[in-house]
């Protein structure tokens, strides 16, 4: 036994000895590779047994951020994504097809199309598109991003869950319906390596506050190359939501008093299109003269008579139609979302709620 594993250890020296490398030939590593992205990808190359080209172009991806795309012997092509800081150094690839001058592969359930030419020396990356979604084409016509906030103990899958359902129905009872509507979700894992946003519950009506939400957001639409025109600082806690009337973050927990109540989006994402509070005149009024020239762009509703204790105005503009959604328009009479969350409300009522939002 022992002889054999002598004998081994000569066969592997003798291998070593003759592997031909990179340096062993007279090449420097900065030669080795022509479009070399990272020191770690020339070290790798000069380490192989023979010089190798990896033909290696970075690009941002909207959706992925810096993401590498690299031509194999082969004629095949892989997609490096994943960590935008040293993308080539993360383990994440898939394979593309090459179809003419596109590559086609999939990431994380998207369908992704990359124009590429080649070069002399490689390959330059055109554009990239998706049939499926205009955040990767850039022709959204609006786009909602969620932050992750508070603690949403790493289940990416409800947060994006019910992060859609939100989405879902302030697009379905807005001008949005007619148009391209992009959504981001923002990863837990990013948010945890970038953001200061664990712990906003307590604090959700402070104004530095909200600026930590709207720094993460600004952040991850650096990151990834697309940019957002509303932001919702998702958490996964019950109480209230708040909102200022000039900024593009909301704050909105899931619902109040451990119920799910998924229009308390729209109702936030409303104050930022300068709709006021239908539940309260006190609170109306108050905001209606917040602003030096805005003012409330809905009417308090008539049949509360300035009333203190108001559902909110109706009839709705128009109602959620979608699949159904617990604890959204329950009831024989359909309520604004700017109205007290409790499940009636339904949409943006017709005195200048439903067209401020489009
Ligand atoms: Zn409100």
């Known amino acids: 036994m022992k002889k054999l594993i002598f004998a081994l250890i000569i066969v592997l020296l003798a291998l070593n000895v003759y592997a031909q490398r990179c340096q062993d030939v007279g090449v420097k590593c900065s030669e ?11 070290k790798i190359c000069c380490e192989e047994k023979s010089c190798v080209d990896r033909l290696q172009t970075t690009a941002i991806v909207p959706l992925l951020g810096n993401v590498t795309f690299e031509k194999l012997d082969d004629e095949k092509y892989v997609v490096w994504y994943g960590d935008s800081k040293n993308v080539f150094g993360k383990t994440k690839f898939v394979y593309a097809e090459k ?43 609006f786009t909602l991003m969620f932050v992750p906030v508070d603690n949403w103990l790493d289940d990416q899958a409800l947060f994006e869950n019910l992060a859609k359902q939100r989405a879902d129905f302030f697009q379905d009872i807005s001008l949005f319906k007619e148009k391209n509507f992009g959504i981001i979700y923002v990863p837990i894992d990013y948010v945890k390596k970038n ?21 993460c957001a600004d952040s991850y639409s650096d990151a990834i190359g697309a940019d957002y025109d509303r932001a919702v600082g998702f958490s996964d806690t019950f109480g209230q939501g708040y909102a200022f009337f000039i900024n593009k973050i909301v704050f909105v927990p899931r619902g109040f008093d451990n119920i799910d109540f998924p229009s308390v989006a729209s109702h936030e994402l409303g104050h930022t299109y300068w709709l006021c509070d239908e539940y309260s005149y ?27 204790d108001c559902d909110g105005n109706t009839p709705v503009y ?3 139609s979608q699949t159904y959604l617990k604890n959204v328009c329950e009831g024989d009479v359909k309520y604004s979302v700017m ?11 017709k005195t200048g709620g439903y067209n401020a939002i489009q």
């Open 32 to 42: 080795c590779c022509k479009n070399p992205v990272s020191s770690d990808n020339s």
């Open 99 to 141: 179809l003419g001058n596109k590559l086609s592969y999939t990431i994380n359930n998207q369908d992704y199309e990359t124009e590429i030419s080649d070069t002399s020396c490689g390959f330059n990356v055109l554009k990239t598109t998706s049939k499926k979604n205009c955040i990767v084409d850039r022709s959204c016509d």
């Open 195 to 215: 953001c200061d946003v664990a712990n906003i519950r307590n604090d959700h009506t402070g104004f530095l506050t909200h600026l930590k939400m709207k720094n």
């Open 282 to 308: 006190k609170e109306y009024s108050r905001e209606n003269t917040e602003g030096i020239v805005l003012k409330c762009k809905n009417k308090f509703p008539d049949y509360c008579k300035e009333s203190n």
């Open 318 to 320: 128009r109602e959620y």
């Open 339 to 349: 109205g007290p969350t409790g499940g009636y409300e339904c949409g943006y009522d």
